[in-house]
């Protein structure tokens, strides 16, 4: 695992543990005994890992991971969430995580399956691996250091494959598409299916779901799972037996607290294709506006339909109701006032709301250059959306938050 930590710089870690690293990174000539580059790696990871990685933040003699394994692994509410997507009959077959990583993934998930393999190329992360698992309930976890292609076509049939691709491109920049991952997965995935009854992949959130259904065979479902209304990761799950026509949306947004979903709404294209949807003319009472997760996910005119509510226009995809509703997936407002911008209508509502938290739903303009139009201040307890109504009229609408979970 690389060299091994002196007991000074044990110490050093332990006592500067909450120490800003910045500064820490300045006196390293007061500390001549102490490796104040391993040091400032292991305070910095277990900083991020209080918030992020609470089991393991509280699991003593971790060794961490330089700053990108720690910022590309998942939280441990989400990778919590996808254990709790494999089905238990899976569990007497064996699974694999194909691009183990710091291991994060791989430990929430292999919990019940009788033999679990992490598949690591990155000889530094298996040698943190084998020191690690052991301490967070893992000892018998084969670890390979190869290459997540080279052992997946020789590796036997296990129940499940998870495999998270390299999303960054030879100089570090962050990449999207199915075909810039590293496996690219648009040559693998026959393999993947052939070696696996399930096949668990964790894709940008922000691909867009339909080239996903288009380019991957065998889908049977897609989950855009959000942490505190922001969406962190897009989980395809492929099964040989099912044709990704038929493929199932889950909306998911997790808590940020109990790392339970709060919200979820599932359905397939054809559903959200095929449901009926009424336009309302004006806002009516209330005012919802639907997470990021429904938004990702495509589902316009189902969370209408199952909500009971109106839509204000196909594309702004902000609804309404006489009456509010419970459990709405999403903010929920009371509507105070709406209009148009018109210089006398803006003015008025400049004297009754010099300060809101301004949001822009299918409105031709930015956010600031709108903000200056109208002089209006940022924040404040009230809300107001510029929005096109089903007409095609351009209008403000004044809410404050009614049914919120925030």
Known sequence: MGKELSPETRSFIDTHAEDNVQRLALQAARYPHVDMAAAIIQIAARQKARSKLPTWWKTNGLRYPHYLSMEQCSSEITARYKASL??????????????????????????????????????????????????????????????????????P?????????????????????????????????????EKAQRVMIKLSPMLDINLALEQLPHICDIYIVALGGECKELLVVMDAEVSSQNARIHSVNLSATT???????????????????????????????????????????????RYGLKKLHPNSHLYTS?????????????????????????????????????????????????????????????YLFATTFAGGEKRWIWGRKWLSKE
Do not use: W
Not at 113 to 140: D, K, M, W
Not at 274 to 298: M, T, V
């Open 259 to 305: 790392g339970k979903p709060e919200e979820e709404l599932s359905f397939t294209r054809e559903e959200e294709a095929n449901c009926p949807c009424l336009f309302a003319a004006s806002p009516e009472f209330c005012l919802y506006e639907p997470n990021a997760s429904i938004l990702k996910a495509g589902a316009f005119r189902i969370v209408a339909h």
């Open 157 to 193: 049939k296990q129940g499940l494959i998870y495999i998270d691709p390299a999303r960054r491109d030879s100089r570090g920049k962050k990449t999207v598409a199915i075909s810039d991952c590293d496996p690219d997965l648009m040559k693998i995935h026959t393999l993947l299916t």
């Open 322 to 382: 006489e009456k509010p509703v419970e459990n709405f997936p999403g903010r929920c407002f009371e509507v105070i006032a709406h209009g148009g911008f018109g210089k006398r209508e803006l003015r008025d509502l400049q004297k009754q709301l010099p300060k809101a938290n301004l949001t822009l739903r299918n409105f031709p303009s930015s956010t600031e250059d709108l903000r200056k139009r109208m002089k209006l201040a940022d924040g404040g307890d009230d």
């Open 86 to 155: 494999i089905p238990p009959t899976l569990k007497n077959q064996g699974m694999t995580d194909l691009t183990g990583g710091f291991g994060v993934d791989f430990c929430c998930m292999a919990e019940g399956f009788s033999h679990a393999t992490y598949v690591e190329r990155q000889t530094i992360l298996c040698e943190l691996a084998e020191q690690n698992f052991p301490l967070l309930g893992f000892p018998e976890a084969e670890i390979i250091n190869s290459d997540a292609v080279d052992y997946l076509k020789q590796m």
